[in-house]
């Protein structure tokens, strides 16, 4: 069964610092992996996918992930945080019934605090 | 585009009653997923529909929950009778479907239920 984590309920780092959100998966198969944003009382919002190809993916706002396969991570990085990044990052797989699929399991998400 | 609507944005209930939530999806989607939220359980999947079809619905809790999708712009999440335990941000997101753009979804501002 596909599954994700995120070793880090919170993550702190000061502006200007770079900073990096962690995720390790679970899969079958191939991964497809995302990393998706929620800001205070909002929905989450898509920032970036693997699906294959380059293991260095770029996002929205300046954030990419990093694929790693031999440690089966999917870190999420930014070289310089902003204080607006502050939000609950949560990372997600694409559940593989065997056919095409759209399901999404997330994981239970990472608290980023950017301190000015 | 306007993006995923849900209605009621709010909604405080007493046990026992009926709750209604509704979305409607953006226009060319495909495939409309209903996800729960709570501190204590995180982001949970209720039903996923592909094509107006309910195609996993193995996330609903119990027979209480019923969800719907009479057309490609509408749908339904009923709980009957609600009970203080539902209390929670119910998401609603559509998707383009499978292919390129597969696992990336859209989510609406959330319904935050509260039941009494």
């Known amino acids: 069964a596909q599954s994700v984590a995120q070793p880090e309920d919170q993550v702190n780092v000061a502006e200007g610092n770079p900073l990096t959100v962690k995720c390790t998966y679970s899969v079958s198969g191939n991964p497809y992996l995302f990393w998706y944003v929620q800001y205070p009382n909002r929905g989450l919002q898509f920032l970036l996918k693997y699906i294959t190809g380059d293991n260095l993916v770029k996002g929205s706002y300046g954030f990419e992930a990093e694929f790693n396969k031999s440690q089966t991570s999917f870190h999420l990085k930014k070289p310089s945080a902003l204080v607006s990044d502050s939000a609950l990052y949560f990372c997600a797989v694409r559940v593989d019934y065997g056919g095409a699929t759209n399901k999404l399991i997330f994981g239970t998400g990472t608290l980023l605090a950017v301190q000015p | 585009d306007a993006g995923v609507i849900q209605s009621p944005r709010h909604e405080v209930t007493e046990m026992g009653q009926e709750v209604t939530l509704r979305c409607k999806p953006i226009?060319?989607?495909?495939?409309l997923f209903w996800y729960r939220q709570t501190m204590m359980r995180g982001l949970e999947l209720l039903i996923y529909?592909?094509?107006?079809?309910?195609?996993?619905d193995s996330g609903m809790p119990e027979d209480r929950f019923s969800a719907k999708m009479p057309n490609a712009s509408f749908s339904t999440l009923k709980i009957q009778p609600s009970e203080p335990r539902d209390s929670a941000v119910y998401f609603c997101?559509?998707?383009?479907?499978?292919?390129?753009?597969?696992?990336?979804?859209?989510f609406g501002e959330g319904s935050r239920l509260t039941v009494l």
């Open positions: 997101a559509s998707s383009p479907g499978t292919g390129g753009r597969a696992g990336e979804l859209f």
């Open positions: 226009s060319g989607h495909n495939s």
């Open positions: 529909f592909n094509n107006n079809v309910p195609i996993d």
